[in-house]
T-cell receptor, first 114, second 111 residues
């Protein structure tokens, strides 16, 4: 398996623009997680899905953020409109819920909003 | 609410030293505990996973222990090398299957 695949690796956008981050989890994993990493706040869980259903979105900072998982092999995290304070590295991770195999992380998307 | 703390925040040691990184968590009702390594500008690489029923796991020069009742885990690195320089992150999977991270220990191994 190629692991968790995220795209794009880097994204630079202007304030107010819509940004869409993409994630392909490991085949067979039934849980998918979106994290945000900043120097100030470390790694924060934004939202997670189990069997394509959002289970907990309490970490989503505000209504400008939305996430979808239309099928078991694809998820998006959208920010509309983007703001400079959204600049961070966004990680996607997947796991098989209830197993003891742990989480696998993607390489992340470094987002810069200018 | 589960909180994870890592001490120290930063550590600088000469090559060859054995070292211990500490992790503590507030709620002992965890499912797994996982240690990750993160190199600057890179993603997270899983090092070791300890199930809640286990006491320790070993991989090469790394050994991780878990004392669930006291809410503590340690990562022991034997004979440290400059290539071990990175940030080490401890994360616990809570009873709702969410992975909660500590803020990490930034390790520098000096040649």
């Amino acid at each position: 398996d190629a692991g968790v695949i995220q795209s794009p690796r880097h994204e630079v956008t202007e304030m107010g623009q819509e940004v869409t981050l993409r994630c392909k989890p490991i085949s067979g994993h039934n849980s998918l997680f979106w994290y945000r990493q900043t120097m100030m706040r470390g790694l924060e869980l934004l939202i997670y899905f189990n069997n394509n259903v959002p289970i907990d979105d309490s970490g989503m900072p505000e209504d400008r953020f939305s996430a979808k998982m239309p099928n078991a092999s694809f998820s998006t995290l959208k920010i509309q409109p983007s703001e400079p304070r959204d600049s961070a590295v966004y990680f996607c991770a997947s796991s098989y819920r209830g197993s003891h195999y742990g989480y696998t992380f993607g390489s992340g998307t470094r987002l810069t909003v200018v | 609410k589960q909180e994870v703390t890592q001490i120290p925040a930063a550590l600088s040691v000469p090559e060859g030293e054995n070292l211990v990184l500490n992790c503590s968590f507030t709620d002992s009702a965890i499912y797994n505990l996982q240690w990750f390594r993160q190199d600057p500008g890179k993603g997270l690489t899983s090092l070791l996973l300890i199930q809640s029923s286990q006491r320790e796991q070993t991989s090469g020069r790394l050994n991780a222990s878990l004392d669930k009742s006291s809410g503590r885990s340690t990562l022991y690195i034997a004979a440290s090398q400059p290539g071990d320089s990175a940030t080490y992150l401890c994360a616990v999977e809570d009873s709702s299957y969410k992975l909660i991270f500590g803020s990490g220990t930034r390790l520098l191994v000096r040649p």
